[in-house]
C-alpha cells in the first residue's frame, strides 16, 4: 500500500522530529518494522535486549497523524506513577484532546504490547455510538496527517523529560 500516511508514516515522522528536537541524550529512539504481520520487529527487539529494556519506559507511536483525540495507553503493568507524570505532560489543545488511560480498559494491538512497562499512542476519532475509532488505515484513504498531532506529542515529550 502506497498510502500510509497515518499507519506507519506519522509514527515515523514523531520519532524523527524527536530526534531533530534533540529532547534528550538519554533517548534511545527504535524503529520497528513488520508490526502488521505480527509485532515481528518489536518482538525479536525486546527478545535480543531483554536485560537491557526490560524496566525502561518504552513509548511505541503509531497512527497518531489523523484523529482529534490523542490516546496515551498505559500498559496495566506500568509502575502506577506514570499516570500522573503523563496526565501532567501531555495536555489537551483545542480542538485536540488528550486521553490518559491503562491497557486494563483500552486494546491497542501494537508494538508496545512486547514490553512490561509502555505505552502505546494513537490518534483516533470518537463516534457517539461506538466511541473511539481508527479510520482508513490499511487503506488507499490513508492519506491524512495532521502535523499539529506531532507537534503536541513533541511539545509534551519535551515536558515528559522534565517529569521524569
Do not use: W
Not at 497518531?64 to 505532560?89: A, H, T
Not at 502535523?147 to 522534565?162: A, C, E, P, R, V
Request: proline fraction near 2%.
Amino acid at each position: 500500500n502506497k498510502h500510509t500516511a497515518n499507519d506507519n508514516t506519522s509514527g515515523v515522522i514523531t520519532l524523527i522530529e524527536a530526534i531533530n528536537a534533540n529532547i534528550n541524550d538519554d533517548i534511545a529512539y527504535v524503529f520497528f518494522d513488520h508490526e502488521e504481520v505480527g509485532l515481528l520487529g518489536s518482538a525479536l527487539f525486546a527478545k535480543m535486549h531483554r536485560d537491557i529494556i526490560n524496566n525502561k519506559l518504552v513509548i511505541n507511536f503509531d497512527c497518531v497523524g489523523d484523529g482529534d483525540y490523542l490516546m496515551f495507553i498505559l500498559n496495566q503493568k506500568l509502575d502506577p506513577k506514570y499516570q500522573q507524570i503523563f496526565s501532567d505532560s501531555f495536555k489537551s489543545s483545542n480542538p485536540k484532546e488528550v486521553i490518559i488511560t491503562s491497557s486494563k480498559n483500552t486494546l491497542y494491538p501494537s508494538d508496545q504490547i512486547n514490553f512490561k512497562q509502555s505505552v502505546g499512542v494513537a490518534a483516533f476519532k470518537k463516534h457517539r455510538f461506538i466511541g473511539y475509532y481508527l479510520d482508513k488505515i490499511h487503506t488507499a484513504k490513508d492519506t491524512n496527517l495532521d502535523y499539529q498531532n506531532i507537534q503536541i506529542i513533541l511539545d509534551g515529550l519535551k515536558q515528559l523529560m522534565i517529569n521524569l
